[in-house]
């Protein structure tokens, strides 16, 4: 009989990309803040984007472990030091067979894998979707493996519906909408919003991926999904109950950031000190300001950001907006700027060249709203900050977290995009972003939309505290991970 007393161990293993590594790293510490032992499994070149956290966590006391794999870049055929989706996107061309590259080196990364398992022996896995073969590793120490899932049950539903429902056929064009069988809230979509090979009906690399990974899924002991019941109750219900999933929504996992350094410095090093940043905002009216950041995938063309500027400069609204290019130097040329536009704006916007701190943004008051592409982490920091949105969907689930902002919660306001294109997206004009984002600081519905924004994110305060929502969901969480240890 093994003692109820035990110090239960669990692995953290995120895919290599800050979209996934962000949220993990924050539940890592959500469990070790309930007294669970941690380790969150990564490689060599991702290990630097984590220890600072891991650092100030060990300064409160708590300890996150971290293991080192390495990381198979050459045997996969991908450039040496390609450790991160990140380094892949910014390229411009060749993204996506790099993408599949890098998807195939994470393969290689199951036997290293196992070996930590056998050594370590830890009572759970939480690996990221991307790794369906985590659950036969899992399963060879009849260790159980959770499935983190970093988006949100609107679009995990939708997915399933497409796939069980194939709603999509039953359209003659690829513009013409459909609704989506059974999802509740009569949501409409276009096979343009969709990617090609979950439509397709012959097997493609993506489309075998997604098999694998419903598959390992259905094979694993549940789902984690970084999200909250009150935001997407209809959802959550639907996708437990009518698709029969084990699931645990626990998040924001963003929230377990408490202090300005925790919630600035979240991934890579931001490119702008926390004090610039706040003496900036600081010098700004409430809810004056709107953000702009596309993520750390979408890579738009030189011409795209400068429909972005000269939407911006139309606008008159205030701005800081992230835009992932480094300047060399001072003189460097910027295709992507209009003529003296950094002299113009001088007093009304702030570039940040790289990577900032989002979540320290988002929560200024002068912060009025977020144009976003709509990853989930984007949109549900949004949430939680409680700010409205200008939604401009690119891939991946951008086009389902739309129409949960835009449609189902009402605190978004579409910039227009029709089409899915990976990492450089779909091109907009500078006359529909303009329109969106003065409809979104300044039009009629900007108040109202503010109000049910800032409900949402008290509402996502109130899930993470004792006795809430997630709160609960994890506490149930763990004590299922502790029954099954004491399993014969
Ligand atoms: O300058 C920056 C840029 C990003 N972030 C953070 O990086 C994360 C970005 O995540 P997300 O908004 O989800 O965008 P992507 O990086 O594009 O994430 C990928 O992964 C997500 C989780 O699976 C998916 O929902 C997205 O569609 C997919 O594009 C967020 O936590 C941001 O706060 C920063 O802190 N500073």
């Given at each position: 009989?093994?003692?109820?007393?035990?110090?239960?161990?669990?692995?953290?293993?995120?895919?290599?990309?800050?979209?996934?590594?962000?949220?993990?790293?924050?539940?890592?510490?959500?469990?070790?803040?309930?007294?669970?032992?941690?380790?969150?499994?990564?490689?060599?070149?991702?290990?630097?984007?984590?220890?600072?956290?891991?650092?100030?966590?060990?300064?409160?006391?708590?300890?996150?472990?971290?293991?080192?794999?390495?990381?198979?870049?050459?045997?996969?055929?991908?450039p040496e030091g390609c450790e991160n989706l990140d380094s892949i996107t910014?390229?411009?061309?060749?993204?996506?067979?790099?993408?599949?590259?890098?998807?195939?080196?994470?393969?290689?990364?199951?036997?290293?894998?196992?070996?930590?398992?056998?050594?370590?022996?830890?009572?759970?896995?939480?690996?990221?979707?991307?790794?369906?073969?985590?659950?036969?590793?899992?399963?060879?120490?009849?260790?159980?493996?959770?499935?983190?899932?970093?988006?949100?049950?609107?679009?995990?539903?939708?997915?399933?519906?497409?796939?069980?429902?194939?709603?999509?056929?039953?359209?003659?064009?690829?513009?013409?909408?459909?609704?989506?069988?059974?999802?509740?809230?009569?949501?409409?979509?276009?096979?343009?919003?969709?990617?090609?090979?979950?439509?397709?009906?012959?097997?493609?690399?993506?489309?075998?991926?997604?098999?694998?990974?419903?598959?390992?899924?259905?094979?694993?002991?549940?789902?984690?999904?970084?999200?909250?019941?009150?935001?997407?109750?209809?959802?959550?219900?639907?996708?437990?109950?009518?698709?029969?999933?084990?699931?645990?929504?626990?998040?924001?996992?963003?929230?377990?950031?408490?202090?300005?350094?925790?919630?600035?410095?979240?991934?890579?090093?931001?490119?702008?000190?926390?004090?610039?940043?706040?003496?900036?905002?600081?010098?700004?009216?409430?809810?004056?300001?709107?953000?702009?950041?596309?993520g750390s995938m979408v890579n738009f063309s030189a011409s795209q950001l400068?429909?972005?500027?000269?939407?911006?400069?139309?606008?008159?609204?205030?701005?800081?907006?992230?835009?992932?290019?480094?300047?060399?130097?001072?003189?460097?040329?910027?295709?992507?700027?209009?003529?003296?536009?950094?002299?113009?704006?001088?007093?009304?916007?702030?570039?940040?060249?790289?990577?900032?701190?989002?979540?320290?943004?988002?929560?200024?008051?002068?912060?009025?709203?977020?144009?976003?592409?709509?990853?989930?982490?984007?949109?549900?920091?949004?949430?939680?900050?409680?700010?409205?949105?200008?939604?401009?969907?690119?891939?991946?689930?951008?086009?389902?977290?739309?129409?949960?902002?835009?449609?189902?919660?009402?605190?978004?306001?579409?910039?227009?995009?029709?089409?899915?294109?990976?990492?450089?997206?779909?091109?907009?004009?500078?006359?529909?972003?303009?329109?969106?984002?003065?409809?979104?600081?300044?039009?009629?519905?900007?108040?109202?939309?503010?109000?049910?924004?800032?409900?949402?994110?008290?509402?996502?305060?109130?899930?993470?505290?004792?006795?809430?929502?997630?709160?609960?969901?994890?506490?149930?969480?763990?004590?299922?991970?502790?029954?099954?240890?004491?399993?014969?």
């Open positions: 009989m093994v003692s109820s007393c035990h110090q239960l161990h669990i692995f953290f293993f995120p895919y290599m990309a800050h979209g996934h590594m962000i949220p993990i790293v924050d539940l890592a510490k959500l469990f070790a803040l309930r007294g669970l032992k941690t380790t969150i499994i990564t490689t060599c070149l991702n290990a630097p984007l984590i220890s600072k956290t891991i650092q100030r966590t060990k300064d409160l006391g708590i300890d996150i472990d971290i293991q080192i794999l390495k990381f198979p870049s050459v045997e996969a055929g991908l910014s390229y411009d061309d060749g993204s996506l067979e790099l993408i599949f590259k890098f998807l195939k080196a994470t393969t290689l990364l199951q036997e290293p894998l196992e070996k930590l398992l056998q050594d370590c022996q830890p009572d759970c896995l939480v690996a990221d979707l991307q790794f369906p073969w985590a659950t036969d590793a899992a399963d060879k120490f009849g260790i159980p493996r959770l499935v983190f899932k970093g988006t949100c049950f609107f679009s995990l539903c939708t997915l399933e519906c497409i796939r069980l429902y194939e709603p999509h056929k039953k359209v003659t064009s690829d513009s013409e909408p459909f609704v989506l069988t059974n999802l509740p809230g009569d949501i409409k979509m276009t096979r343009k919003q969709l990617p090609d090979d979950l439509i397709q009906d012959f097997e493609t690399d993506y489309s075998k991926l997604m098999k694998e990974i419903a598959e390992s899924e259905l094979r694993s002991f549940g789902i984690i999904v970084n999200s909250f019941y009150e935001v997407e109750p209809a959802y959550v219900d639907y996708y437990k109950k009518a698709l029969g999933k084990r699931a645990w929504p626990i998040g924001p996992v963003s929230l377990c950031n408490g202090g300005i350094d925790d919630k600035a410095q979240r991934g890579k090093e931001a490119s702008i000190s926390e004090n610039e940043c706040l003496k900036w905002l600081d010098s700004k009216k409430r809810n004056s300001v709107i953000y702009i950041c596309f400068m429909e972005i500027a000269k939407a911006l400069e139309a606008s008159g609204q205030e701005f800081i907006w992230v835009v992932r290019r480094e300047k060399k130097n001072k003189k460097d040329e910027e295709d992507w700027l209009p003529k003296g536009f950094e002299e113009r704006i001088e007093r009304k916007g702030l570039i940040i060249r790289g990577w900032a701190p989002q979540v320290l943004i988002l929560n200024h008051e002068a912060i009025g709203g977020f144009l976003t592409h709509c990853g989930w982490n984007s949109v549900l920091e949004a949430i939680t900050a409680g700010k409205p949105m200008v939604t401009w969907p690119v891939f991946a689930d951008h086009f389902y977290n739309e129409k949960l902002v835009s449609e189902v919660l009402q605190i978004g306001v579409s910039v227009g995009v029709k089409e899915w294109v990976a990492v450089h997206g779909d091109y907009v004009t500078t006359e529909a972003i303009e329109k969106a984002i003065t409809e979104l600081m300044v039009g009629k519905e900007a108040k109202e939309m503010r109000s049910r924004a800032k409900k949402l994110g008290e509402m996502a305060t109130q899930a993470v505290e004792e006795g809430g929502s997630s709160y609960s969901n994890l506490s149930a969480l763990v004590e299922e991970v502790r029954s099954h240890r004491h399993r014969p």
